[in-house]
């Protein structure tokens, strides 16, 4: 099935439009995470991820989360832009949730900017906000990337989306 992309409104725009490879930007926006009751990430200073037909992805500096909340987790994956994944648990408030989150200690030289910076998995934690707007988790197990008003689709991750 082939995805018919939704036309952008204006102060939108469509994941229909972002490259493939993926595009590596900086982001200025507000970016708060809480689990367990805490506010675990405060951020100004992320990067994101463009790709066809994916919301965002967004990558955190190490040092905007609270000390202690992550740690390494076991195994790893490959992104054939950005290199070898690593994982980690997040623990706050007295909730434990393994591999939620990855980063690129070592990414290819394109994604360099993003080596000590993390990316999660938004529908894992309690609440993720970008610009103070609550995000929606990317459909599907597999993506991480984070819906917000601002970005129109459809994402890929919906049922039938495997080819696109």
């Known amino acids: 099935m ?6 952008p409104a204006p102060g939108q725009e469509s994941v229909w439009d972002y490259p493939r490879p993926p595009r590596l930007e900086r982001s200025a926006k ?7 009751g805490v506010k675990i990430a ?13 919301p965002p992805g967004y990558y955190l500096p190490h ?13 790893n994956s490959v992104c054939e832009f950005k ?17 939620a989150a ?11 900017p993003i ?3 993390v990316a999660l998995y938004a529908g894992r934690m309690e609440r993720v906000t970008v610009g103070g707007e609550a995000v929606v988790p990317q459909p599907g197990e597999f993506y991480g990337g984070w819906i ?8 890929k991750g919906i049922p039938g989306s495997w080819g696109w």
């Open 42 to 54: 405060d951020s100004t200073g992320a990067y994101q991820v463009l790709e066809t037909s994916h």
């Open 115 to 117: 080596a000590g910076h």
């Open 148 to 155: 917000t008003s601002e970005i129109v689709g459809p994402f």
């Open 102 to 112: 990855w980063s690129y200690e070592w990414p290819t030289p394109e994604f360099a």
């Open 83 to 99: 290199g070898r994944a690593s994982y980690w648990t997040l623990s706050a408030g007295g909730v434990t949730v393994p591999s």
């Open 63 to 75: 040092g905007d989360f609270l000390p202690g909340v992550l740690t390494p987790a076991t195994g």
């Open 2 to 7: 082939k995805p018919v992309p939704v036309v």
């Open 30 to 36: 507000h970016i708060e995470i809480w689990l367990g």
